[in-house]
């Protein structure tokens, strides 16, 4: 079993920046593959990015690709998502979540385990 929970959401306004966390419960987070989602009102819950279990390979969304920078610390057990040049269609809630398997398989969104999500807004 892995809890994951979310922290560093927040309000900003254009072209600012976040640094969202994730932080893992259990002794196995290097088992696992990693990855963010959001989901904005209204709308099906997106894949925005992945990392491999070693953090080594990374994968992202083509709309934030360039602009967020998906990282972890194995020894923390902690996953990272550096967001900058924010904008308001990033708005949403952002959930981490763990897959067992190859981080290429997390875009799909079949996760094994979900955190509670944190709310991003982005003002205009």
């Known amino acids: 079993q892995v809890q994951l929970v979310e922290s560093g959401g927040g309000l900003v306004q254009t072209g600012g920046s976040l640094r969202l966390s994730c932080a893992a419960s259990?002794?196995?987070?290097?088992?696992?593959?990693m990855g963010w989602f959001r989901q904005a009102p209204g709308k099906e819950r997106e894949f925005v990015a992945a990392?491999?279990?070693?953090?080594?390979?990374?994968y992202y969304a083509g709309s934030v690709k360039g602009r967020f920078t998906i990282s972890r610390d194995n020894a923390k057990n902690t996953v990272f998502l550096q967001m900058n040049s924010l904008k308001p269609e990033d708005t949403a809630v952002y959930y981490c979540?763990?897959?067992?398997?190859?981080?290429?398989?997390?875009?799909?969104?079949?996760?094994?385990?979900w955190g509670q999500g944190t709310q991003v807004t982005v003002s205009s």
């Open positions: 259990g002794r196995t987070f290097s088992s696992y593959a």
């Open positions: 979540a763990a897959r067992l398997d190859s981080y290429l398989n997390i875009p799909g969104g079949r996760c094994d385990y």
């Open positions: 990392i491999s279990k070693s953090g080594i390979s990374t």
